[in-house]
């Protein structure tokens, strides 16, 4: 029967419309819905505060929905909560390519790296200027005309280093903003 209670404790895994009743240091008790949670603390949208954050050290008791849950699965939840809100965050280091990489797609086609981004507005101009330049070269090409191709090769490739410039110096700044809100991470 206990390990049907422990399996009950940790199926009330913490979701955005879980009510919340914590019981802190010197019985204050705060009651309301989960927000979110971080490394250290556990946001609480209280019907007559609003959003409060509650420091995990000072939680005694909790209940999820009206059922008990132990502190310590609590705060595994927690953490599991907090974690999960990190790896699906757009800020998230793993959601975004290394900058290589995205200066590599766009040196392909350009305009890529910025898709791999999430940058749909920009991989549509790079990728509008792109067709416009390979199909002036495929025209000549028709034509049997080569002397604009040289120019239009170089224009290409100038291009390509540009959109690849560009989508690195994207991924940098996500990455460093990502490692900047990370634990332990930077300013």
């Known amino acids: 029967m206990s390990g049907w209670l422990v399996w009950v404790s940790v199926a009330v895994a913490l979701d955005g419309g879980d009510v919340l009743r914590l019981t802190l240091e010197g019985d204050v008790v705060v009651e309301g819905v989960f927000a979110r949670a971080t490394a250290s ?24 929905n009206g059922t008990p849950m132990g502190l310590e699965a609590f705060k595994a939840e927690a953490a599991s909560a907090w974690q999960q809100s990190m790896v699906f965050s757009p800020q998230s280091p793993g959601q975004t390519p290394h900058p290589a990489l995205v200066a590599s797609t766009s ?6 790296g910025h898709a791999a981004l999430g940058e749909w507005k920009d991989f549509a101009v ?8 390979l199909g002036a070269m495929a025209v000549n090409l028709v034509q049997e005309d080569v002397r604009p191709l040289p120019p239009l090769i170089a224009l290409d ?31």
């Open 107 to 112: 040196m392909l086609w350009a305009g890529s």
């Open 41 to 64: 603390e556990v946001m609480v949208n209280a019907p007559d505060v609003g959003v409060t954050a509650v420091p995990l050290v000072l939680v005694t008791a909790v209940a999820v």
């Open 157 to 187: 490739a100038l291009f390509k280093i540009y959109a690849a410039q560009e989508s690195a110096r994207i991924a940098k700044r996500r990455r460093r903003a990502a490692a900047a809100v990370a634990p332990g991470g930077g300013p």
């Open 126 to 133: 790079y990728s509008t200027v792109e067709v416009v330049l």
